[in-house]
């Protein structure tokens, strides 16, 4: 982005004409509103997900986190060793799927809240 300055009319003369770039501030403006965007899309979705999962004990479901891996991605999961076989189930037990329905299951919530967050640049 650039900033037009002023011509100062000097007689029979134009002033010169400055240019500014603010292409850093700007850079550096889309990526903090990026990470927010993926910070709150992640904590909804680890909400999601916690809400989904099923329950037992609860070690699975206060295991369900959030983090950003990169400026472009946010990732939800947890490590406890049985959440894939509840997550995509088995051949002796059906799929209870908590982390796929909380990514896929509210892309328009996660489309606004990133309009949203962009828009404050």
Excluded: W
């Excluded at 889309?30 to 993926?38: P, Q, S, V």
């Excluded at 490590?79 to 037990?93: C, H, I, R």
């Excluded at 309009?115 to 640049?121: A, D, G, L, N």
């Amino acid at each position: 982005m650039c900033v037009l300055g002023k011509a100062y009319d000097r007689g029979d003369r134009m002033g010169i004409v400055t240019f500014t770039s603010h292409r850093a501030e700007l850079n550096n403006a889309i990526k903090e509103a990026k990470a927010r965007a993926l910070e709150i899309v992640g904590g909804k979705a680890e909400t999601y997900a916690k809400q989904l999962a099923p329950v037992d004990t609860g070690r699975l479901r206060n295991s369900i986190t959030h983090q950003q891996l990169d400026e472009d991605t946010e990732v939800i999961g947890t490590d406890v060793e049985y959440a894939p076989y509840q997550e995509l189930g088995t051949s002796k037990m059906a799929a209870h799927p908590f982390l796929r329905p909380a990514a896929e299951g509210h892309t328009e919530e996660y489309k606004a809240i990133i309009v949203r967050e962009m828009s404050k640049i």
